[in-house]
Every structure is written in structure tokens, then in C-alpha cells.
């Protein structure tokens, strides 16, 4: 459940007038419906980019084809036996991306080991059209061009279309693998005139 605190905060930015809250988050659909339950009129997008709620909606599209996905299980497997030398680690499964989350093992020896699953997915799935991204937390496997970049891209699109120019834009990431979404966003801020003023940040 999200803190008081933050569910107040959110609450507070959606209802301002002329604003659009997005959620941009690796849950999965179910998961993020449930946390975001009663903001009927924010952007929710699950798994990275794969589904999107559009305000108002009741429920999420597909923007991805994800019906074969033939390198996850190879994933699954080294994963896996970084899991079980990892005390705390899990590995968490989407539609079509998988994760290897080190947020509850020790710091120190998490950190190290996932450097080392990143280089080691990075040369085994070499032949497949896929994206390994390291965070803070978690290492992750996603088809390429499968993230929060082109959710964001759509809105700006949709929003633009049906009520005109964006005076302003902030983003907000907690995760190093967003570092596409921050450099899209930049890019758009300099090189678009349908969106005044931007700011990026990463907490």
C-alpha cells in the first residue's frame, strides 16, 4: 500500500487544474490497479511500458506484442542461480520482462552480483532483440524498445492532439535504468515547441 504521505501528495497533484499525473512503473497490471485504487484520472502504466490505462479508463491496453519470447527462460535460469546464492534476492516475472531483484540482500555482496548477472545476460542473450538494464535494485530483461520513453511519447502525442500545447512538463525516476526516459524527455523539452518548460529528475 502506498504510505499516507505519498498517497496525499499524489492525490493533491492530480486534483490540481489543467494537470495530467502519470505512474510509470514496472508492476504488473493487477498489482499497480491495486496500489493506484481511487485515481480514476491517472495515467497508470504497468510492466515498463507494456500496458497503459489512460485516465478515466477502467482498463489497461497492450501497447507491445510480447507472444513469444523466446529467450526468457534461458534468463530464468542463470537468474535462478543467482537467486540461490543470494540470500533475500527473488526474481520477478512479467508478461514480457523478468527481474532479478537484490533489494533485500545484503547491500555489498547484491550490488556485486548483480554487475556480474548483467554482464553474464548481456552475452548470453546477444542474439535476441533485448534490453538488460541494471538499477539500483534489480536487474531486468525487457524486449528492445520496451520502456516508460515511448508511454510517455504517446501521452505527449494524445495530449497535444486534444487540448493543445504543454506548458510544462516535470519527470521524476528513483531508478538508473530510467536514464532513456530522462534523455527522451530532455530531448523533447529542447526540440519540441508543444511543450514549454521541462525538468528531469532522479531521486
Same mark, same amino acid.
Given at each position: 500500500?502506498?504510505?499516507?504521505?505519498?498517497? %496525499?501528495?499524489?492525490?493533491?497533484?492530480?486534483?490540481?487544474?489543467?494537470?495530467?499525473?502519470?505512474?510509470?512503473?514496472?508492476?504488473?497490471?493487477?498489482?499497480?490497479?491495486?496500489?493506484?485504487? !481511487?485515481?480514476?484520472?491517472?495515467?497508470?502504466?504497468?510492466?515498463? =511500458?507494456?500496458? *497503459?490505462?489512460?485516465?478515466?479508463?477502467?482498463?489497461? %491496453?497492450?501497447?507491445?506484442?510480447?507472444?513469444?519470447?523466446?529467450?526468457?527462460?534461458?534468463?530464468?535460469? *542463470?537468474?535462478?542461480?543467482?537467486?540461490?546464492?543470494?540470500?533475500?534476492?527473488?526474481?520477478?516475472?512479467?508478461?514480457?520482462?523478468?527481474?532479478?531483484?537484490?533489494?533485500?540482500?545484503?547491500?555489498?555482496?547484491? *550490488?556485486?552480483?548483480?554487475?556480474?548477472?548483467?554482464?553474464? *545476460?548481456?552475452?548470453?542473450?546477444?542474439?535476441?532483440?533485448?534490453?538488460?538494464?541494471?538499477?539500483?535494485?534489480?536487474?531486468?530483461?525487457?524486449?528492445? =524498445?520496451?520502456?516508460?520513453?515511448?508511454?510517455?511519447?504517446?501521452?505527449?502525442?494524445?495530449?497535444?492532439?486534444?487540448? !493543445?500545447?504543454?506548458?510544462?512538463?516535470?519527470?521524476?525516476?528513483?531508478?538508473?535504468?530510467?536514464?532513456?526516459?530522462?534523455?527522451?524527455?530532455?530531448?523533447? =523539452?529542447?526540440?519540441?515547441?508543444?511543450?514549454?518548460?521541462?525538468?528531469?529528475?532522479?531521486?
Amino acid at each position: 500500500r502506498l504510505m499516507p504521505e505519498v498517497q %496525499e501528495c499524489l492525490l493533491s497533484i492530480s486534483t490540481q487544474p489543467d494537470t495530467q499525473l502519470v505512474i510509470l512503473s514496472s508492476l504488473r497490471c493487477h498489482e499497480l490497479y491495486d496500489l493506484m485504487q !481511487g485515481f480514476h484520472d491517472v495515467a497508470l502504466s504497468a510492466e515498463n =511500458g507494456l500496458y *497503459l490505462r489512460w485516465p478515466g479508463a477502467t482498463s489497461f %491496453e497492450t501497447l507491445h506484442e510480447s507472444s513469444f519470447l523466446p529467450w526468457m527462460e534461458a534468463a530464468h535460469d *542463470l537468474m535462478q542461480s543467482y537467486a540461490e546464492r543470494t540470500d533475500g534476492s527473488i526474481i520477478e516475472k512479467g508478461s514480457s520482462s523478468i527481474a532479478w531483484n537484490f533489494g533485500k540482500a545484503d547491500p555489498e555482496f547484491g *550490488l556485486m552480483q548483480g554487475k556480474e548477472l548483467q554482464n553474464h *545476460l548481456s552475452v548470453l542473450l546477444q542474439p535476441f532483440d533485448v534490453e538488460v538494464h541494471r538499477g539500483s535494485m534489480r536487474v531486468s530483461v525487457r524486449p528492445e =524498445g520496451l520502456n516508460s520513453a515511448h508511454v510517455v511519447n504517446r501521452l505527449i502525442s494524445r495530449h497535444t492532439t486534444m487540448r !493543445g500545447d504543454l506548458h510544462m512538463m516535470l519527470c521524476i525516476v528513483d531508478d538508473r535504468s530510467e536514464a532513456a526516459l530522462i534523455h527522451e524527455i530532455d530531448d523533447r =523539452g529542447r526540440q519540441s515547441h508543444s511543450i514549454g518548460s521541462v525538468f528531469t529528475a532522479t531521486v
